[in-house]
């Protein structure tokens, strides 16, 4: 049974500290509000860089893109280095077709993602 609620899993991981919010399947409409959330929570907490791993999103509408964009907006004048995990190559090509591969820094796994 397919569900259209996305799933999100916080977790703060490595020897960094640097937080990783973990989003499992489809964000749209319906779950846009609850990723904002999710996002906005990590803005508060005094981090340098915000992960979302995104490897187990299987879709993104642009109701989940604006999330994206504006938490770039917002983590950019606090000062934090947003970094998506895209792994889909649906997800990656969406990126492309919208440019926003330009915006974000986008990375293919999480430890290349704290590193950097």
Do not use: Y
């Not at 770039?72 to 990656?92: N, S």
């Not at 077709?97 to 990375?107: A, K, P, Q, R, S």
């Amino acid at each position: 049974m397919m569900t259209n609620d996305a799933q999100f899993e916080l977790a703060v991981s490595g020897p960094s500290g640097v937080p990783v919010l973990r989003v499992e399947g489809e964000i749209d409409v319906a779950s846009a509000p609850g990723f904002h959330a999710a996002v906005s929570d990590l803005i508060g907490q005094g981090a340098k860089v915000v992960i979302v791993d995104m490897s187990d999103v299987s879709f993104i509408d642009s109701t989940g893109l604006g999330v994206l964009v504006s938490a770039e907006i917002e983590m950019r004048e606090e000062g934090i280095d947003l970094r998506l995990v895209v792994t889909r190559p649906q997800i990656t090509r969406l990126l492309e077709l919208t440019g926003l591969d330009e915006v974000f820094t986008v990375l293919s796994n999480t430890n290349d993602a704290v590193k950097i």
